[in-house]
């Protein structure tokens, strides 16, 4: 049992919970959990399936995106967890999936409008779209430089990654993180359900307005304020 | 073996096929079953998911709202059902689900109109959508105000709880009832057919009609009137 | 072992096939399958779920809609089977769904056009949509002037039954037959699947237009014509 | 044990991952598995049910479309298989398939634009929509002329069939190939998620623009370039 296998075992039990909720196709999706105390997370290897993944063969690597400990080689989308871990101190779960509702929201590259209770019991604003990246960072160091374009668009917005933990990035797919990879992976299943209702909700009623600001208020506070209560 | 056994049992079966019809993601959506000669209703715990519930997690609950047995906190929804309970005599069981299509059309803000005898063999009117609550309700006992704009919604618009018996509420998501629990939720998944049928009817058809009146009259009559044969 | 065994026995597995193909929510669908040396078919009973069925369950009528074996109700829809099977002499199975897709265009009252060579390969011409029925017939015999309205569609349009094997019921829902009961299975599914295709089709190009004659022709002779080859 | 054994057992299994992998109605596909060595394929019989289907069931075929061994009848789209091998040296599995989103965008006759990196990662183009044969064509050798229709589409737009694995012919389905059945049935289902969400996006902005050339040149080349990383 080495210092690792905690978040090897969290790890794969969050991958292995992709396929389970629909969000994910083949490989086409990574979970990582990192612990702060040594510096380090564990990610799914690159291009192994479900169905062959253990908790042995995941990657451990730290947050300058070095290999740690593994023989697989990790994800192609390590750099972008190793920059996000780096950068924001309270995540220790990240998710990339190219789920097909949120996928589809990133290729439009519009954020999604908040039009119900169900987008507001988790967060109080639009789910950001993130501009694809200029030339000049797609040709550098991508998944580094996927990291940044994502931090640049919360920063740019004012949000705070503690408050909004999902966001599109254009013409990609999304990204989805938590406090722990359980919730990463939580908040990927919530952002393809919103995703899919808001496209809906605009197919019902094109001329659909936001949720007003009261209700915004309320839901997300019965869930997250310090009064919060909620559960379903 | 409690005296509340009978409504426990019955709370957990019915929460339980929520997941299999496909109506909830995680822990969004809650059933309660009431025993009116106890003047009391068994309702799911909060943020419990289904794979953990069990009968005895279930809690006990009267008309006012109060907990009477049970050590979990119960659905955050659990007002609303109270309010709903006290005002309706003859209602034993009652739904809350962010399911899919029904949420989009609450989200749309619109009534869902009566285009086919699926619709029909259920409800002989579109079903309604209750504003979202002005801004004083919100900020005041918010799950209790959702039951009573529930209430009316239907009296405005002179409908009965025993004719109709799903609605949506505006921008939040929808809510039916039943003698049972499991009439309750059965009207969860035929109000789900029925939203997404409606949505792809008018896509298929922008300049679609409703239902003409002789059919909805036939078709209600056949599932619910004094000479009733319907069953399929 | 009574003389109508087989007759149940078909009935019962064509029934149980419905919600494995996701063709039916709850008891929403009936299958029956005919004798004709006998002069009889076997239906589902009215109301009872599929998990509950059982062969011995099935409920023989004869071509007139009278029922000559079996302690429970049959379907509230067997007078229409029952006229189709009197009218239409080398059908020996009938289905009744509410499938999403196909109920949808049957509520937009819409042919449902031939796009593809997945509908060439089952007809040739579009899968009609017969008009609802004037309210003299709704009010009058109901069930069995529903199997009227669909006999007169096909001949006003100078289609044989034995040549197109599905319709949509206006505001209503689809009905397929065929030689056997597993067949008019075979027959529901296929239309749902090309009701879903047809729609797609029109969202990804409105400006599409029917499939020429000549692809029309050689998919239908590969299946169905003397020098019929077609299987995949 | 026969020398054509291998390929059987490549066929069968790849046969048996479109009904998992929901790309399969009934019998509405079939997937090939070539030795070149021996100058022959394996194929699914036709109109064999998948639940029914075993490695010895399948069929041997030589290139010009000559069943060399097997008591059942290939499979009516052999012809189309045998043309594509022969042309194609380095193909050593193909497929077809009826899938839903996929067959949607054939029967609209439009090519899928390349709107995001998850069609980016599998090929730089839109994915090509052959035109729907001409009327001579169509009398003459059909699945012969099928084949010759998808080698003239890549031809005509200067695309080789090792860069993209995958067409839409017009009217008809898809057809998918690679260097092996197993990599063929992955692009099936890789062409059915791009399809459905490249619907999903023009659904969300009708105003969307195709991916810019340095994302697409960055995706393909990250998986398929002389440096490639990627796995997920």
């Known amino acids: 049992m080495g210092i690792y296998q905690h978040i090897k075992q969290e790890a794969f039990e969050a991958n292995m919970q992709l396929p389970a909720l629909g969000l994910v196709l083949f490989t086409f999706g990574n979970v990582s959990a990192a612990d702060r105390s040594l510096g380090v997370f564990a990610i799914k290897p690159s291009g192994v399936p479900y169905k062959e993944l253990s908790p042995e063969k995941m990657v451990i690597v730290d947050f300058e995106g070095k290999v740690i400990e593994g023989s697989l080689r990790p994800s192609s989308d390590t750099k972008t967890h190793a920059v996000l871990y780096k950068n924001w101190e309270s995540v220790n779960g990240i998710v990339h999936t190219h789920s097909t509702y949120a996928t589809a929201w990133a290729q439009s590259q519009r954020d999604i409008p908040i039009y119900g209770t169900t987008h ?46 999902m966001i599109l ?18 908040n990927s299943a919530v952002l393809e359900s919103v995703a899919q209702m808001a496209l809906l909700t605009e197919q019902i009623n094109p001329e659909v307005q936001r949720l007003k600001a009261s209700l915004i208020k309320k839901h997300f506070e019965r869930k997250h304020g310090p009064r919060s209560y909620y559960g379903q």
Do not use: S
């Not at 967060?123 to 931090?151: F, K, N, S």
């Not at 990035?169 to 939580?186: E, I, L, M, Q, S």
């Open 120 to 165: 507001a019991d988790h967060l109080t604003v639009d789910i950001p779209c993130a501009a694809p990246m200029d030339d000049e960072m797609i040709r550098g160091d991508y998944e580094h430089e996927t990291g940044h374009q994502i931090i640049n668009c919360l920063n740019e917005r004012g949000l705070h990654y503690r408050e909004i933990e």
């Open 169 to 186: 990035v254009g013409n990609h797919a999304p990204f989805t993180w938590g406090k722990t990879a359980d919730k990463a992976v939580y």
